[in-house]
């Protein structure tokens, strides 16, 4: 039996499980099966607690703990920001870190995280890249020019003009350029609400359109701050399942927002 806990961040919910010494072997097909909405619990993808030490590539960073994220579909993802802080709120929920800042070892890199007094939890997202030329987006038979942005995992972001968003097709995956994105991208597609304020829909690659996305959400705010011609600023980005805050540095993003730990149990796998 495997013990687990169900959590989310703005509905972008996750299986977490810990394995501090990496002796656990799931398969994809277990892995899959965790994150069944109608066979097994239920997410947008898993989190395995593991000490860095014990991950191939990773043990140089000894025993800080390491991120394994994985979709739905099982396959391997650079970096999750919703599911870090849910991560996060895993290891304070199992006591397996107490409150104080701490360091994350994720496939993107060492990140940072904070727990404030507010009950929301801020991450470190590293430094997002965007580049000088646009790529076609399709989605519903229609075409669109999206903003090629490296959040540590890829991202296609399109911004819409107003009005626009809630009538997208999102029923399947938007087409891209595959020689842009050699492992597939997260797409968003995002209008603004107001001055550095924009609500966004996402589909994830490997899960399909999902209630928020964290690298999204930064991509999101990346895109449009280009759009207007800006590179900082503090940015306010609604996705289905609440807000996020997303705040743009020289020097780094950091992604604020809550999660929390709904259900624990054991489950055959």
């Known amino acids: 039996m495997l013990a687990f806990a169900k959590g989310h961040g703005t509905l972008n919910d996750f299986v977490c499980f810990s394995d501090p010494d990496g002796r656990l072997e799931l398969t994809d097909e277990q892995l899959r099966f965790l994150c069944d909405r109608r066979a097994g619990i239920g997410g947008d993808g898993t989190l395995r607690a593991v000490r860095a030490a014990h991950v191939p590539g990773y043990q140089q960073h000894g025993d800080l703990w390491f991120m394994d994220y ?11 920001g919703n ?29 940072h995280g904070e727990f404030l007094p507010d009950g929301r939890i801020r991450v470190t997202m590293g430094v997002p890249t965007i580049a000088a030329e646009h790529v076609p987006v399709t989605a519903g038979g229609r075409e669109f020019s999206a903003a090629v942005v490296d ?13 626009e968003l809630a009538g997208i097709d999102l029923e399947r995956e938007p087409g891209y350029p595959s020689d842009t994105y050699p492992n597939r991208a997260n797409v968003e597609f995002i209008e603004f609400v107001g001055p550095q304020h924009v609500r966004m829909r996402v589909w ?14 930064v991509a999101a705010a990346v895109a ?14 609604d996705p289905p399942g609440g807000t996020l805050q997303v705040d743009l540095t020289p020097e780094q993003a950091y992604l604020t927002g809550p999660a929390v730990i709904v259900a624990h149990g054991k489950v055959a796998v």
Do not use: K
Request: aromatic share 4%.
């Open 224 to 237: 449009a701050a280009a759009s207007v011609g800006e590179r900082t600023g503090t940015w306010r980005v």
């Open 70 to 80: 994985r979709n739905a579909d099982a396959s391997i993802a650079e970096m999750c």
């Open 83 to 111: 599911g870090l802080r849910v991560f996060l709120a895993y290891l304070l929920d199992q006591g397996l870190i107490d409150a104080r800042p701490i360091d994350i070892v994720t496939r993107a890199g060492v990140l």
């Open 204 to 217: 994830e690659r490997g899960v399909g359109e999902t209630f928020s996305c964290g690298t999204g959400t």
């Open 151 to 163: 959040v540590g995992n890829p991202h296609a972001a399109v911004v819409l003009a107003p009005g």
